[in-house]
């Protein structure tokens, strides 16, 4: 046993030193995530700020003009204003603007209607669902706030309805608050089966990993001792990715260190696992990176939860996203930084992502014969 242990002891110490030799593997760890990071954060938002739409103003009179003025002042819209409707098709058309609102020149009309329903059209730009039906519903929301507001100001009665909107955990709605942490759990998921899967497999190129196989130490001990040096990356890593949220981004952490240590070790243990894994199948790098990003980074990035909601995925895709350990990853990283220790969910996902990590060193040790083939 104390053999063992001095082998894997020794082990430990080559990989040290054959990292701070090689300069990719601290690429990988730490300046890898840090660009991932600042894409995620500056090049990566779902908030709908100064959408460029047209708008054709027919009508000239004080109501129409008005109606104008409220969209001008709205913080979505970057409004560009003529008055006829060729100009701005063309734009539309080009991909220029995203959508096209139309007064008539009988707009003002509306008022003399028993339901007082204003004439607008409103054109979207159809390629993009989702902002499409943004400008749909802000547009309609926008008529109804200004109509409310017009009832005043000419001292019709109105119902008073008095909402107090409170928004929990991101209080400014900026989705940056989600998709950062989010982003950190995509990261580590492809650091840290690249830095398992990428240096066996360079080990095999070299021909060192024969040399290795000429000594008493075993492949469980070789698997050993690489999991604990570049889990020890990994979670610097790891901390790295939460200091620049924290401080860079300003996504507030309202969890414990505790919590984050915890199930960030459990999560690089899936990550790192799942590069042994490759590594035992592809023995050449470029082969190892591909199968990487392929069965690792992909489905993390697009079944976790993390841009795409799985609610709306068909049923047999959300079953499979189940075995996603970047799933309970990113739910747990976004309950940490927003919410706080929420034990109950951070439990269950830690016992999941557990269990996914003693069917993948089964797998391995169960593969671990010393051969050349």
């Not at 840090?34 to 779902?46: A, P």
């Not at 409220?70 to 734009?91: I, T, W, Y």
């Not at 339901?115 to 519903?137: C, H, L, M, W």
């Not at 990428?198 to 075993?218: K, S």
Request: glycine content about 6%; proline content about 4%.
């Amino acid at each position: 046993m104390l053999q063992k242990f001095n082998r894997i002891k020794s082990l430990i110490t080559k990989e040290f030193y054959q990292i701070i030799r090689d300069p990719s593997s601290i690429l990988i760890a730490f300046i890898f995530p840090m660009i991932l990071l600042f894409i995620y954060g500056v090049g990566v938002s779902l908030d709908m700020d100064n959408l460029k739409i047209g708008l054709v103003l027919e009508d000239t009179n004080p109501d129409a003009q008005s109606f104008s003025l409220s969209l001008k002042n709205s913080k979505f819209f970057s409004v560009e204003v003529a008055r006829n409707k060729q100009k701005l098709q063309k734009k539309l058309i080009a991909g220029n603007i995203r959508g096209l609102v139309i007064l008539p020149f009988y707009f003002s009309e509306f008022k003399s209607r028993p339901d007082k329903q204003g004439p607008i059209y409103v054109i979207s730009d159809g390629s993009e669902p989702n902002t499409a039906n943004f400008v749909q519903n802000y547009l309609q929301g926008a008529w109804l706030n200004w109509m409310t507001q017009e009832n005043i100001s000419n001292g019709e009665k109105t119902i008073k309805i008095n909402v107090q909107p409170r928004f929990w955990f991101n209080e400014e709605l900026d989705s940056r608050h989600f998709l950062i942490p989010g982003s950190i759990a995509i990261i580590m998921t492809l650091i840290g089966t690249l830095l398992t899967a990428l240096v066996i497999a360079r080990e095999w190129e070299r021909g060192t990993m024969e040399a290795l196989m000429a000594t008493p130490v075993t492949m469980r001990e070789i698997y050993i001792a690489k999991m604990i040096s570049y889990f020890c990356l990994g979670i610097g890593s790891m901390l790295i990715c939460t200091f620049f949220a924290v401080f860079f981004y300003g996504v507030p952490f309202r969890g414990s260190i505790f919590a984050l240590t915890i199930i960030s070790s459990t999560f690089l243990l899936t990550a790192l696992g799942t590069g042994l894994l490759i590594s035992s199948a592809a023995r050449n790098q470029f082969l190892a990176s591909q199968i990487s990003i392929i069965t690792a980074f992909l489905p993390a990035f697009m079944l976790s939860g993390f841009v795409f909601e799985i609610s709306s995925m068909p049923l047999f895709i959300q079953i499979l996203s189940y075995l996603i350990p970047a799933r309970y990853m990113v739910s747990s990283l976004q309950t940490l930084f927003l919410v706080g220790d929420v034990w109950r969910l951070l439990i269950f996902n830690i016992s999941i992502m557990l269990i996914v990590v003693l069917i993948l060193f089964s797998i391995i040790f169960s593969k671990s014969i010393k051969r050349l083939d």
